[in-house]
C-alpha cells in the first residue's frame, strides 16, 4: 500500500511545509478519533474537482464507520459536497441528516486543514450511529474535546508547528484523560485517569481541584514536579508539550502530556493525558536487573577461564617434557578462546555475539601459541555476523581447532604459508571454508577415523552442538579446504 507521502507525491503539487503539517495530523488524530468516537478520512483535491483519499484512521472507543479500506479512492463533489464547502468557506461543515454507508447509518462532517492562509486538504469525520449512546459525562467531554482540537485544525494551530518526536509513545484517550478549566481547574476526569492519581496518593475526587499545583505535591523528584505543573500551565497558555514521566513519592510511575484547546484563539482548557506505567517499569527495572547478573555471571567466568589459563601457562614452564608442554599450550588456547566469547557476552544486552571481532582476537592467539616454528599468517575473508550466545563458543572453539590443525599438520617446519578462513551467511546458513598450501591430507584420511584430539573436539562440536556438517578435503592446487555449514534458521 503506498505512503501517506507517496500519494502527495504522486498525485498533488503541494509544498513540503504542506506535506510535513499533514504529516503532523496523520501523527496526531489517533487522539482526535478516538474523543469524537469517529472515523477520520483524509482527502487532498485533485485538478479535475475531485478528492483523494491519502489516509484514514479508526476510533478504539468505538465501532468504526468504515471498515473497508478507502485510501487511494476518489470521489468527486456531487458524491461528497461537504468537501467541497469545507476548502471554499474554510469552516467545519456538518450534515444535517445521517447518510446509510454499508447497511449502516452514518454522521459526517467535514474539518478543513488550514496551513497558514491556505485550506491544504479536509478531514471527512464519520460516526457510526448503528449503536445507541447514552449522554454521559465521559461522553460530552470527550466530544468537547474532540470539537475543540477539530476547531484548531480548522484554525491552523493544531497540531503545533514543531513535530513531538514521541506522540507514538504519548499516553492515548483511554489511558487516561483529564479536561480542564482556563484556570487549571479539573472540570472532568476519566475513570483511568482518577485511578492513576489514587496510585499516585491522591485520595479523593479530582473535580475543582487545580491539577498543577496537585500533580507537583504528588511527585517525589523536586525537578520533576516542577516541570510537569510547568508543562500543564504552559498548555492553559497555549503552549503544547511532549510526554514526561515522572515517579510519585509512593513510587507510582505515570505518563503525561498536556495538549492546549484555543478554539478560534480563546482560551477553553486543556486536556492532560496520563497513563500508569508503574507495573511495567518495574518489570523493565527486574529485566535490567537480570541482564546485568548474566552480563556479570559472563564477565566472572571469562575471570575465571583467564585465571585457569595463567596456571597452565606457570605449569608449563615447569616442565621439560616437550610433549607435555605441547598439550598444555593447545589447553591454553582452548581456554583463552573460550574466555574470549564471554568477555564479549560480558558487554553484549541480548546474549549474540559479533563473531567478527571475536574471531580478529582469536587469530593473532592461535598465531602466538602456534608450536610449530612456521612462517605461517592468517587472513579472514567475508563475515561471519552477530549470533546467538548458544553457538558462538562451539563454532570458536573448531574455528581455532581447524586453523591450529593446519599449523601443526599442513606445514613442515620453518615453511612458509598461508591459512585463510572465508565466511559467507546467507538467510538460512552459515559456511566456512578454512583453506591452507600445506602438504595436504594423508592417504587414507578419515575424519570418521582420526585419533587426532583436535579433529574429535570438532566432529563432537559440530554434531552435538551446531547440528551442522563438517568436511576435509584435498584441494586441487595442494592443501587442505575444511568446509563447515552450521544451520542458522530457529536461531535469534
Known sequence: MSTLTDL?????????????????????????SDLSFADFVMWVPLDDDKFLCVAQARPTTAPTAHPEDVVGSEVDSDEHPQLRRAMDESRIC????????????????????????????????????????????????????AADLCQMIADGTFPAPEPSPDVHTSPRVGDGLIRLDPSGAVVFASPNALSAFHRMGHASDLVGVHLAPLTRSLIGDPFDATEVAQRIRQALEGQPSMRMEAESR???????RALPLRPRGQAAGAIVLCRDVTEVRR?????????ATIREIHHRVK????????????QSRRLSNPEAKEALAESVRRVTSIALVHETLSMSVDERVDLDD??????PMMSDVAVTETQVSVRREGGFGIVPAEIA??????????VQNAFEHAYAPGQRGEVVVHSERSAKWLDVTITDDGKGLP?????????????????TLVDSELRGSLSLRRRPRGGTEAVLRVPLRGRR
Open 8 to 32: 502527495l507525491a504522486e498525485h498533488t503539487k503541494l509544498s513540503g511545509a504542506a506535506v510535513d503539517h499533514l504529516q503532523l495530523v496523520v501523527a496526531e488524530w489517533q487522539l482526535l
Open 94 to 145: 456538518r450534515e444535517e441528516d445521517p447518510r446509510w454507508h454499508l447497511g449502516v447509518p452514518v454522521r459526517r462532517e467535514t474539518i478543513p486543514v488550514r496551513l497558514g492562509k491556505q485550506v491544504i486538504a479536509v478531514l471527512s469525520r464519520s460516526t457510526n450511529l448503528a449503536v445507541p449512546r447514552v449522554p454521559s459525562p465521559l461522553e460530552i467531554s470527550y466530544l468537547g474535546s
Open 250 to 256: 509512593r513510587g507510582a510511575a505515570v505518563l503525561f
Open 283 to 291: 518489570r523493565d527495572r527486574a529485566l535490567m536487573s537480570k541482564d
Open 303 to 314: 575471570n575465571n577461564l583467564q585465571t585457569v589459563a595463567a596456571l597452565l601457562r606457570l
Open 358 to 363: 571475536v574471531v580478529d582476537k582469536v587469530i
Open 393 to 402: 563458543t562451539p563454532l570458536v572453539m573448531v574455528l581455532t581447532e581447524l
Open 443 to 459: 592417504q587414507g584420511f578419515s575424519l570418521e577415523r582420526t585419533d587426532r584430539l583436535g579433529l574429535q573436539i570438532v566432529r
